[in-house]
C-alpha cells in the first residue's frame, strides 16, 4: 500500500492507519471502555460528570452490611440492588442541588448538636468528646461526617417540598374510608368459547366451495398449497364463530334489558355458575372455589363490572362481559357499601395513608424520570 522505499515512511503509515482503526474499535465496539477511560479503583461511578468516590459508596454499603454479611445464592442481587439504591441516591442529591436545595452551616451544627448519640448521659447536652469519639469509632472526619448531614437535610428538605404538592383531598378519604369498610360478594355464570363452538357447530361449518370462494376474492392468501385450504377453514370458521358469539351476547344483553333476572338469563347462556370471595370496592375478585387464590380477572378488569357493580340489585343481571375465554353474566349477593363519613381519628389515619401513597407515586415516577435521562457509568464490578 505504502510504494515509498523509505522503512520510517512505511512505519509512519502503518501507525496512522493502526492508530484510526483503535479509535473506531473503541469508539463503536467498545464505548462502555470509552466512558471509563482515566478512571481508578477510586471511583464507583460517574452519575451525570460527578465522579463518585469509592469511600462514600462503601459508607453506604455499610448500612447493608449485615443483610451482605450473610450467604445467600442471591448474594450477588443483593450487592447489585444495594449499589442501585446508592446510585438512586446520587441523583436525589443532583435533584435537589438543581433545585437549589441546600442545608447552611448553621443549619448542619444545630442538628449535629442536637443528635441524641452526643448527648452527655449525665447532663442531656451536647459532648464534645463523646461526639470525637464516635467518629474515631465509625473511622470517620469531621469533614465525611458534616457532609453526609448536609446530604439527609438537603433529601429531607426535598420529600418534604414533594409531600407539600401532595394534597389529599376530603373526597378521597371519605371514598378510601367506604372502600376498606365495604363487603361485597357476586355470583357468576361463565361459558368457555370452546363450548360455543361446540354449541354452534352447525353454524360454524365451511365448505370446500366456501374455501375455494375466499382463495378466488384474495389471491394474496395463496402462500403454500399444503396448507392454504387448512389455513383457509381455520379463518373462516373463526369468523363464523365470532359473527354467532356477537349475535348470541346481542340475545342475551335484550333477555337482560327487559326481564334482567340473573337465574333467566344463566338459563339461556347454559354454562357454568360460581361465586367470589367477599371483598372490598377496589380488590381483586376472587372465585370462591378451593383454599388457593383464583382471580377472576376477566370480571375484574371489565368496564361492565365497574360501572354495574354498585348500582345492579340483588337477583338482577348484569350486561354480558366479553373476554377472550368466554362470556360471563353477575349479581352482586351480598352488597355492604356504608356511606357514613370517617371519625376524626380514621379520618386522620387515612389522611397520612393515602398521603403517603401519593409521595411513593411521585417520588418512583420522579426516580424512574431521573434514571431514564441520566447518563450512569459504572465503574464497580457487582455483577
Given at each position: 500500500?505504502?510504494d515509498?522505499?523509505?522503512?520510517?515512511v512505511?512505519?509512519v503509515?502503518?501507525?496512522?492507519m493502526?492508530?484510526?482503526?483503535?479509535?473506531?474499535?473503541?469508539?463503536?465496539?467498545?464505548?462502555d471502555?470509552?466512558?471509563?477511560?482515566?478512571?481508578?479503583?477510586?471511583t464507583?461511578?460517574?452519575?451525570?460528570?460527578e465522579k463518585?468516590?469509592?469511600?462514600?459508596?462503601?459508607?453506604f454499603?455499610?448500612?447493608?452490611k449485615?443483610?451482605?454479611?450473610?450467604?445467600?445464592?442471591?448474594?450477588?442481587?443483593?450487592?447489585?440492588?444495594?449499589?442501585?439504591?446508592?446510585?438512586?441516591?446520587?441523583?436525589?442529591?443532583?435533584?435537589?442541588?438543581?433545585?437549589?436545595?441546600?442545608?447552611?452551616?448553621?443549619?448542619?451544627?444545630?442538628?449535629?448538636?442536637?443528635?441524641?448519640e452526643?448527648?452527655?448521659?449525665?447532663?442531656?447536652?451536647?459532648?464534645?468528646?463523646?461526639?470525637?469519639?464516635?467518629?474515631?469509632?465509625t473511622?470517620?472526619?469531621?469533614?465525611?461526617?458534616?457532609?453526609?448531614?448536609?446530604?439527609?437535610?438537603?433529601?429531607?428538605?426535598?420529600f418534604?417540598?414533594?409531600q407539600?404538592?401532595?394534597?389529599?383531598?376530603?373526597?378521597?378519604?371519605?371514598?378510601?374510608?367506604?372502600?376498606?369498610?365495604?363487603?361485597?360478594?357476586?355470583k357468576?355464570?361463565?361459558l368457555?368459547?370452546?363450548?360455543?363452538?361446540?354449541?354452534?357447530s352447525?353454524?360454524i361449518?365451511?365448505?370446500?366451495?366456501e374455501?375455494?370462494?375466499?382463495?378466488?376474492?384474495?389471491?394474496g392468501?395463496?402462500?403454500?398449497?399444503?396448507?392454504?385450504?387448512?389455513?383457509?377453514?381455520?379463518?373462516?370458521?373463526?369468523?363464523?364463530?365470532?359473527?354467532?358469539?356477537?349475535?348470541?351476547?346481542?340475545?342475551?344483553?335484550?333477555?337482560?334489558?327487559?326481564?334482567?333476572?340473573?337465574?333467566?338469563?344463566?338459563?339461556?347462556?347454559?354454562?357454568?355458575?360460581?361465586?367470589?370471595?367477599?371483598?372490598?370496592?377496589?380488590?381483586?375478585?376472587?372465585d370462591?372455589?378451593?383454599?388457593?387464590?383464583?382471580?377472576?380477572?376477566?370480571?375484574?378488569?371489565?368496564?361492565?363490572?365497574?360501572?354495574?357493580?354498585?348500582?345492579?340489585?340483588?337477583?338482577?343481571?348484569?350486561?354480558?362481559?366479553?373476554?377472550?375465554?368466554?362470556?360471563?353474566?353477575?349479581?352482586?349477593?351480598?352488597?355492604?357499601?356504608?356511606?357514613?363519613?370517617?371519625?376524626?381519628?380514621?379520618?386522620?389515619?387515612?389522611?397520612?395513608?393515602?398521603?403517603?401513597?401519593?409521595?411513593?407515586?411521585?417520588?418512583?415516577?420522579?426516580?424512574?424520570?431521573?434514571?431514564?435521562?441520566?447518563?450512569i457509568?459504572?465503574?464497580?464490578?457487582?455483577?
Open positions: 500500500m505504502f515509498s522505499k523509505s522503512k520510517l512505511k512505519a503509515g502503518y501507525f496512522i493502526g492508530f484510526f482503526g483503535l479509535i473506531i474499535v473503541i469508539s463503536f465496539g467498545m464505548p471502555f470509552v466512558s471509563k477511560l482515566g478512571l481508578d479503583n477510586t464507583v461511578a460517574i452519575v451525570n460528570g463518585i468516590h469509592a469511600f462514600d459508596y462503601y459508607r454499603r455499610d448500612r447493608y449485615d443483610l451482605l454479611s450473610k450467604e445467600s445464592s442471591d448474594k450477588q442481587n443483593m450487592e447489585n440492588t444495594v449499589f442501585r439504591n446508592f446510585i438512586g441516591e446520587i441523583l436525589i442529591l443532583q435533584k435537589a442541588k438543581d433545585l437549589g436545595i441546600d442545608a447552611t452551616e448553621e443549619r448542619i451544627l444545630r442538628y449535629i448538636r442536637g443528635m441524641q452526643f448527648q452527655n448521659q449525665a447532663t442531656g447536652r451536647f459532648d464534645m468528646e463523646r461526639y470525637r469519639m464516635i467518629l474515631r469509632q473511622n470517620m472526619s469531621t469533614v465525611n461526617f458534616t457532609k453526609m448531614v448536609r446530604n439527609s437535610l438537603m433529601k429531607e428538605d426535598l418534604r417540598y414533594l407539600m404538592g401532595t394534597a389529599v383531598s376530603p373526597d378521597d378519604i371519605n371514598i378510601e374510608y367506604t372502600a376498606n369498610n365495604s363487603k361485597i360478594q357476586i357468576y355464570a361463565y368457555a368459547r370452546n363450548e360455543m363452538e361446540k354449541r354452534f352447525g353454524r361449518n365451511v365448505t370446500e366451495s374455501i375455494t370462494e375466499d382463495l378466488g376474492k384474495n389471491p392468501e395463496l402462500k403454500d398449497p399444503n396448507t392454504d385450504r387448512l389455513r383457509i377453514k381455520d379463518k373462516l370458521k373463526k369468523k363464523k364463530l365470532d359473527e354467532s358469539i356477537k349475535g348470541f351476547v346481542a340475545d342475551l344483553n335484550s333477555a337482560v334489558e327487559k326481564n334482567g333476572d340473573f337465574n333467566m338469563v344463566a338459563d339461556l347462556l347454559k354454562g357454568m355458575t360460581g361465586e367470589s370471595k367477599v371483598f372490598k370496592m377496589g380488590d381483586e375478585v376472587l370462591n372455589k378451593g383454599k388457593e387464590e383464583n382471580p377472576l380477572t376477566d370480571i375484574s378488569n371489565s368496564m361492565v363490572f365497574r360501572e354495574s357493580c354498585l348500582s345492579l340489585k340483588k337477583g338482577a343481571s348484569s350486561k354480558v362481559i366479553e373476554s377472550g375465554a368466554g362470556l360471563y353474566i353477575f349479581t352482586p349477593v351480598m352488597l355492604d357499601v356504608n356511606l357514613k363519613k370517617p371519625g376524626e381519628s380514621d379520618y386522620a389515619s387515612l389522611e397520612r395513608i393515602i398521603g403517603y401513597e401519593m409521595l411513593d407515586a411521585i417520588t418512583r415516577n420522579m426516580m424512574t424520570s431521573l434514571s431514564e435521562k441520566s447518563k457509568v459504572k465503574n464497580l464490578k457487582t455483577d
